[in-house]
Structure formats: structure tokens, C-alpha cells
């Protein structure tokens, strides 16, 4: 998620929004809340993807039950 944060902002490296969805979506696998929120954001928004509401609706939900 970290590195998905730098990417997309350029911080530190060159700016490369859909290099951050591939970050944020490896997050989001692995039940990290962050990354669920970032990719379903980028999802939301077509932030370096093509914007898919229903995916990202999909996201938001199963982040609903990550421990946390």
C-alpha cells in the first residue's frame, strides 16, 4: 500500500497511477484495509484504471469484514 501511495503522488519517484492500482490491488489481497480503500478509490475515481463502480462496491464491502 506504501509504495502504491508513492507512485500514485509521485513522491520520491516518477508519477505512474496505474503502477499505484498494482500496488493498492496486491494490498487489497492480502486483507489490508489500506489497500482495500486505495484500490476501490482508484476503482471510484478511474485513477490509473478504468473506473468500475461495481467493483469497487464489491472492495468496499469485504472491507467491511477485515479485522482491524
Do not use: P
Not at 508519477?15 to 489497500?35: I, M, P, R, S, T
Not at 478511474?46 to 461495481?54: A, Q, R
Request: with cysteine; hydrophobic share 40%.
Amino acid at each position: 500500500n506504501h509504495m502504491g501511495l508513492l507512485c500514485e503522488f509521485g513522491i520520491g519517484v516518477e508519477k505512474q497511477e496505474n503502477e499505484a492500482v498494482e500496488w493498492y490491488f496486491e494490498a487489497a489481497k492480502k486483507g489490508l484495509l489500506e489497500g482495500i480503500l486505495n484500490f476501490s478509490r482508484c476503482l471510484m475515481e478511474g485513477i490509473g484504471c478504468k473506473k468500475d463502480l461495481f467493483t469497487a462496491r464489491d472492495w468496499l464491502e469485504a472491507g467491511c469484514f477485515v479485522d482491524h
